[in-house]
């Protein structure tokens, strides 16, 4: 893309239609960002239906599948407890699908002309997640304990004199949740990309430019492998920071403190 | 100076943030490691506390980011 004059990182972002399509005002055109979403639906899908044979000796994929549940299972079970069942397999979809988004937007398919699209790098994506979350929070929170669940903003043992300045903190740190949920997934995939792109531009443009061009575009062929394998390893970690802090925000609601 | 010289600036010193959080970062998982080291049975208990402490410190640096963008791309 930017073989030579400005490097252009954004422009893996833009969101384009492919079918386009208005009703009224509305532009609800197919856009790329929907072909990815379709594409790590049917991934999801193929890996599930694959797996979901029940075997009584499993096989290989069966155990990886078996491998992701039981993976959720456990960090819900650990966190919130026996009454959290209810809530693994919400907490299983937001798992998976995070990850196979990010992945799928990590596919080095640009060598044959496929570029992948990044459905988690748009806050339009990770804010609804991130909102979905919050308010299972404040339904479930409201449900279980109906006005109750206000005590939430009072810890234990405070002092009489300090409940209104505790209360007001602990206000403002629980409706700062959603954004940071969805803001840490958005800019950690956001990040990663611009720099493998800023990266990958430094090697072309280092290649078309003399003995001291060389040496940079290999540093930098050098350095972007090192951190192909570190965005793997975030795509990982950031999916299961998401459903690891909305399993704890679920027991906050449904504990309380 | 003009516009887009103090633009470029100002994302770059928003950026000092990042480095910020990466000691952060590695505060939580080095003060991991060490007191993991010191009491292995206990480590893997605390794992989910780890990831919590690592996103906390983590979000901070991500928000720097973001504001050196904001800063880049304004106007």
Known sequence: MAAEGKIDPMHQFTVEPLVPLHIGPYDISFTTSSLWLLVALVVIYGFMALGMKRQLVPGRWQVAVEGVTGFIDDMVKVNIGPKGKAYVPYIFSLFIFILVSNLLGLLPLAVIGIHPFTTTSHFSITGVLAVLSFSIVLIVGFWRHGLHFFSLFVPHGTPKVMIPLIASIEFISFMVRPFSLGLRLFVAMIAGHILMEVFGSFIVSGFNGGAVGWGVGALSFAFIIGVAALELLVCAIQAYVFALLTTLYLNDAINLH | ?75
Do not use: K
């Open chain 2, 1 to 75: 100076m003009d516009f887009a010289s103090a633009q470029v600036i100002g994302a770059g010193l928003a950026a000092i943030g990042v480095g910020a959080a990466a000691v952060g970062v590695g505060n939580v998982f080095g003060s991991f490691l060490e007191s993991a080291l010191r009491n292995p049975a206990a480590a893997d208990s605390q794992q989910g506390r780890l990831f919590i402490g690592f996103a906390a410190a983590e979000l901070l640096g991500l928000i720097a980011f973001a504001v050196a963008m904001i800063i880049l791309y304004a106007r």
